[in-house]
């Protein structure tokens, strides 16, 4: 779909290159009228498409001294153990009062240890805080008391998580479920071999006793012999009020969750001792032990949110143009890798005098989103239609031939603009051939798109193994933890289409630096090249086949003199919009 810009590209390029696109008689009011107001900081006017001197004020912030940014604490990565909190113990306790003084069981049952969730909301941006953190820990449940007082319950831990936050388990040490795994695999194997239950005897004949006994709490006042001989009930089966999510756990937290999604869940706390009163023994001298919660180990990736990605070399004026659209203070250097993590400026569609700079529709999809879903799943959503007020542009460090291969920053940082709607190649035109530049900047992100897929397919051969079997998670486990939170998460639209998750995105090109000397014919090539692109005589520059290729326009602009930087906003919001 075309941008919704005007397709004249004279409303503007009289600014940079009025040989190349001669007026034609054409009034240069008439030639405004595409752009129907005035951006702050900008010397696009409605009433003269003139380039006027750049003000002092716009002068200086577009280009600033290396030394005039703002900086914030990022990371994107993080790697966590979770740790919930272990069951407290049952408690062994006999009612004692005043003529009562053998009197019948009262101990408290423990405290469950609390649970570790985790929750995508507005106002993170990092991961940082995770990531030096290393672990979480929920609080352990408290033991029971006499007088049948129970325990606390451990305090549960909500880890709070940027929007865009994708979450994959890397193991999990879980003794409880191995335990009920192994104890169930040991009944069945008798049951096969319809084997009698004997008593197990150690090597010098003694009995074994219990294999759980580890699980009882037994009454202090008993020798080891008494302990051993005694004769413990079946561990009683109990009802979980939740469940640990099945491995391995995999989440896209692509949208806000307004309620917490469950991680690790605390282990169960102890039955006291009146739980054992029975006729043959009233008055039971054990209870059972909290039980020890499993440890998870995750890990966080954040992929930033934003609807416009910039990709382009180092150097090629990417933060430049990213201060001249919006607020941002990123910075901005005469030198390559001047970026070094991530920045997003939002671009508001508004000339700050209470008039719209352009008027466009987004699609808006509503949903029950976690409301009535217990872990936050997308229902039923009905796409609406409601106005555009701003959108957000991502400016990324630059990319250099062999980024693929890990030089200079490598590839990594496209992960911020893998989900952007729109990319935007920034190329510098005075820094020799655009089109070379452009196929260049397209192998990368090519690259970089089927080795994403590779690791997609590499996850889902991962998650076919049925780790229930191996790391004795019950079956109606797997079944509790829907499967669709892991299948629609990660794999990102065309994905396992040969790059096309992100050939497929609309894009256009920004080209800078239009105020330098000699960079018409540069530009002169490249809008030619484009136009082929369009035509279908020349391939996607990154090979992949069925990309986008409608309408690839260049753009070209001055950003540090704001000059054909509406353009660049008008035809983002026209793919994004369109
Ligand atoms: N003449 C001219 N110089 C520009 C223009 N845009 C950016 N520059 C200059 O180019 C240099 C690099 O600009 P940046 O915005 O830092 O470039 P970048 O692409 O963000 O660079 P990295 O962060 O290193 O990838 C700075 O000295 C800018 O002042 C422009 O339109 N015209
Ligand atoms: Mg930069």
């Given at each position: 779909m075309a941008g919704r810009c005007p397709?004249?590209?004279?409303?503007?390029?009289?600014?940079?290159?009025?040989?190349?696109?001669?007026?034609?008689?054409?009034?240069?009011?008439?030639?405004?009228?595409?752009?129907?107001?005035?951006?702050?900081?900008?010397?696009?006017?409605?009433?003269?498409?003139?380039?006027?001197?750049?003000?002092?004020?716009?002068?200086?912030?577009?280009?600033?001294?290396?030394?005039?940014?703002?900086?914030?604490?990022?990371?994107?990565?993080?790697?966590?153990?979770?740790?919930?909190?272990?069951?407290g113990h049952g408690c062994i306790s006999f009612l004692r009062e005043a003529f009562v003084p053998d009197g019948p069981p009262n101990g408290g049952d423990g405290g469950h240890g609390g649970n570790i969730y985790i929750q995508a909301v507005h106002g993170e941006t990092s991961l940082h805080k995770l990531a030096r953190k290393k672990f979480v820990r929920a609080g352990r449940g408290k033991s029971g008391m006499g007088s049948a007082r129970s325990g606390q319950r451990g305090e549960d831990v909500v880890i709070p998580v940027p929007v865009g936050t994708v979450v994959r388990?890397?193991?999990?040490?879980?003794?409880?479920?191995?335990?009920?795994?192994?104890?169930?695999?040991?009944?069945?194997?008798?049951?096969?071999?319809?084997?009698?239950?004997?008593?197990?005897?150690?090597?010098?004949?003694?009995?074994?006793?219990?294999?759980?006994?580890?699980?009882?709490?037994?009454?202090?006042?008993?020798?080891?012999?008494?302990?051993?001989?005694?004769?413990?009930?079946?561990?009683?089966?109990?009802?979980?009020?939740?469940?640990?999510?099945?491995?391995?756990?995999?989440?896209?937290?692509?949208?806000?969750?307004?309620?917490?999604?469950?991680?690790?869940?605390?282990?169960l706390g102890g039955l006291g001792n009146p739980h054992f009163a029975s006729k043959n023994t009233p008055k039971p001298l054990f209870a059972t032990r909290g039980e020890a919660a499993l440890t998870l180990e995750i890990e966080l990736e954040l992929k930033l949110l934003a609807d416009v990605g910039l990709v382009g070399l180092p150097n090629a004026g990417k933060s430049t143009l990213l201060r001249s659209i919006s607020n941002s203070r990123t910075r901005v250097g005469d030198w390559a890798f001047t970026t070094l993590q991530p920045n997003i400026g939002t671009v508001v569609l508004d000339n700050n005098k209470g008039r719209p700079m352009l008027t466009s529709y987004r699609k808006v999809a509503h949903s029950s989103y976690g409301r009535s879903d217990p872990f936050g799943r997308p229902s039923d959503t009905q796409p609406e239609v409601e106005r555009r007020t701003r959108f957000t542009i991502a400016d990324i460090p630059g990319l250099i031939e062999g980024a693929h291969l890990d030089k200079g920053l490598g590839v990594a940082f496209l992960r911020h603009v893998e989900r952007a709607g729109v990319l935007a190649f920034v190329l510098d035109l005075s820094a020799g051939n655009a089109v070379a530049a452009l196929k260049s900047l397209w192998n990368e992100v090519g690259l970089y798109a089927h080795m994403r897929e590779e690791e997609e397919r590499e996850r889902k051969r991962q998650a076919a193994i049925d780790w229930s079997a191996s790391a004795g998670t019950d079956a109606e486990d797997s079944a509790f933890w829907p499967s669709t939170m892991s299948t629609d998460l990660d794999a990102p639209a065309g994905v396992g289409q040969g790059g096309l998750h992100i050939a497929g995105k609309p894009w256009f090109v920004v080209a800078t630096k239009g105020d330098l000397p000699d960079t018409q014919e540069n530009f002169r090539e490249l809008r030619d090249y484009l136009a082929a692109i369009s035509r279908g005589e020349e391939p996607h520059p990154s090979g992949t086949e069925g990309a986008w290729t409608r309408d690839c326009a260049a753009i070209p602009v001055s950003a540090i003199n704001g000059h054909g930087v509406d353009r660049v906003v008008h035809w983002a919001v026209g793919l994004l919009d369109g």
């Open positions: 397709r004249s590209p004279r409303v503007f390029l009289p600014f940079l290159y009025p040989s190349l696109f001669p007026l034609n008689g054409i009034s240069r009011p008439a030639l405004a009228a595409g752009v129907k107001g005035t951006r702050r900081n900008m010397n696009t006017s409605t009433t003269s498409p003139e380039p006027s001197a750049p003000s002092d004020d716009l002068r200086s912030r577009l280009n600033p001294d290396p030394d005039d940014y703002s900086m914030t604490n990022f990371s994107d990565k993080a790697k966590l153990s979770l740790y919930p909190g272990p069951g388990e890397i193991s999990r040490d879980d003794p409880e479920a191995e335990s009920r795994f192994l104890s169930r695999r040991e009944r069945k194997r008798r049951s096969r071999e319809s084997q009698p239950v004997e008593a197990e005897v150690d090597e010098e004949g003694e009995p074994v006793g219990d294999p759980n006994l580890h699980k009882w709490v037994l009454y202090n006042g008993m020798s080891s012999s008494d302990r051993k001989r005694m004769d413990l009930p079946p561990l009683p089966s109990r009802d979980r009020l939740f469940r640990q999510p099945a491995a391995p756990i995999l989440l896209d937290l692509s949208r806000p969750t307004p309620q917490p999604i469950l991680l690790a869940v605390g282990g």
